[in-house]
């Protein structure tokens, strides 16, 4: 089987496995008007699955299943095996390595599990693992940056990454990925999609700030007497191993009334705070972010991808997202260098509620700024020198035209451009119609309005009103590239699109609406 070992260059058409992968596809030519947009969208696809483990509701369940498979013939268990993966190894890279992991999980059903063949244990494996279609109902709410690494590229081009809220059965939602070119006109071309997609390895020896988790805990209201025992024993950078056994050993001691209740939100806490990778040399469209701790079961939703730079001009992409578990959400921030290696945080405080928060791309005044939506109606500007802790905040925006009387939010990180900050918002109106809005901020006080369009920059328009969701367009992130702004933006909840207008038009709009 062919490998790829830089996921950086600009894919060829070559064939993996079975499926060959099609020439790059213009999306587009951008317009040169607001009300503009892309006649091509990129659509969800069906066809790309990851495995998931499976396990019936019952510990009997899961007992006959492994009888079932064990009551087989050898021979038997070969042709069964045979038969499944003929049916399912042309559709993921690695299936025996997925099998294999699979039947560990339920290895502990298995009195002699070193009397049983390779192919047994992959079948069983087989027996409790899952497909499981990224896209299959929605490819939307997207977000747009530049691509780490600038390399093998035309003069003029430029690679881009677009993030996109995939979301599949159950209306579970992950976190998926394209890259594009796009030239010195702004034309855009989606690179190749593997047909193969590849959920990330956790970090098992991922560490902990200890004084970072002492402020989570006191900010959830959760440092108990139990809690600062455990502290008390953690080194100033610890693993879940080292945790573990701090537990254990305050535990042993049985002299605290909240014991249980403590080991519950550390754990949960922890949990909510992990590291992922995945291997080099897989392609950005194979990497799938999907919900791995309890928090998020139920999606990783909206993630505002921003490229922010330091004051040491390192360059470090965050994003927020909202976890959903089924009843509550809970503002998460992930942090790469490389789009290969993600640290995923819990924020914290008062201003770190509800949906929609979008960090500004650099800091402001020596701090770091965010954009929230702390009631849900209005938008606010926080300040922090901690990113994970948001604490106080001032109003901004309400809503005051017709098509924002319900509520607004934004629409990703603010630009910077030498008259102001742009920030996309959205607003929604009467049957609950979102459009996409602008304002202008003050590039040195963002508390201030000094610009804001009266009309929608987009709506949705006849042909995508109708989608999951009707009578939405939606943006998490938007660049400006060759004095364009770039706006890529979901649908109805369904898929997505792109549209653009020239910098200098828009400012110069935004400046006389005043």
């Given amino acids: ?152 590229l035309k003069r003029g081009q430029t690679r881009v990454i677009f993030s996109f809220r995939a979301t599949g059965e159950g209306h579970i939602s992950s976190i998926v990925f394209r890259s594009a070119l796009i030239d010195k006109d702004n034309s855009i071309f989606l690179e190749p999609v593997s047909p193969f997609l590849g959920a990330p390895e956790i970090v098992l020896n991922a560490t902990y700030d200890r004084e970072l988790f002492k402020a989570k805990l006191k900010e959830m209201g959760q440092f108990s007497e139990a809690a ?72 990783v939703e909206d993630a505002r991808f921003v490229r922010f730079v ?17 009843r509550e959400i809970l503002p998460q921030l992930i942090e790469t260098k490389d789009f290969h290696h993600f640290k995923i945080s819990t924020l914290n405080g008062p201003m770190a509620r509800n949906k929609g928060m979008a960090l500004f791309p650099r800091k402001i005044n020596g701090q770091y700024a965010m954009i929230t939506r702390t009631d849900g109606e209005n938008l606010y500007l926080s300040y922090s020198n901690n990113i994970h802790f948001w604490f106080e905040g001032v109003k901004i925006e309400a809503p005051e035209n017709p098509w924002e009387l319900v509520q607004i939010g934004n629409c990703g990180s603010p630009l910077e451009t030498k008259k102001g900050w742009i920030l996309l918002t959205h607003g929604v109106g009467p049957m609950r119609k979102y459009c996409i809005g602008v304002v202008l901020l003050d590039l040195k006080d963002p508390s201030k309005i000094i610009g ?27 660049i400006i590239l060759n004095n364009e702004l770039i706006i890529p933006y979901a649908i109805s909840d369904s898929d997505s699109h792109v549209a653009s207008i020239p910098v200098d038009e828009l400012l110069e709009k935004l400046l006389r609406q005043v």
């Fill in 452 to 478: 804001r369009l009266k009309e929608p920059l987009l709506m949705p328009r006849e042909e995508e009103r109708e989608g999951y969701v009707p009578n939405v367009v939606y943006s998490c992130g938007s």
């Fill in 228 to 299: 600062n025992a455990i502290y008390q024993l953690l080194p100033s950078s610890f693993t879940l191993e080292e945790m573990g056994q701090a537990i254990t050993s305050v535990r042993n001691k049985n002299i605290f009334s909240d014991m249980d209740d403590s080991i519950i939100h550390i754990k949960w806490l922890a949990e909510s705070n992990y590291e992922v990778f995945f291997p080099h040399g897989q392609l950005i469209s194979e990497r799938v972010i999907f919900p791995l701790s309890q928090n998020e079961s139920n999606g």
């Fill in 1 to 152: 089987m062919q490998k790829y070992t830089d996921a950086e260059v600009l894919i060829a058409n070559k064939r993996l496995g079975k499926t060959a992968l099609h020439d790059p596809v213009i999306i587009s030519r951008l317009f040169k008007r607001i009300t503009n947009k892309t006649l091509k969208n990129i659509r969800p696809d069906k066809r790309l699955v990851i495995t998931r483990p499976f396990r019936p509701a019952s510990e009997i369940h899961t007992g006959n299943i492994v009888n079932r498979i064990l009551a087989l013939d050898e021979n038997g268990a070969k042709s069964v095996l045979k038969q499944t993966l003929k049916d399912f190894a042309h559709r993921h890279k690695d299936i025996q390595s997925i099998l294999m992991r699979n039947y560990q999980k339920i290895s502990g059903y298995i009195k002699d599990p070193a009397a049983l063949s390779d192919e047994r244990k992959l079948l069983l494996g087989a027996c409790f693992t899952m497909e499981y279609s990224i896209e299959s109902a929605a490819l939307f709410n997207p977000s747009i940056v530049i691509y780490p690494k600038q390399n093998n």
């Fill in 310 to 326: 330091d004051d040491d001009d390192n360059v470090t992409y965050y994003a927020t997202y909202t976890a959903y578990n089924g």
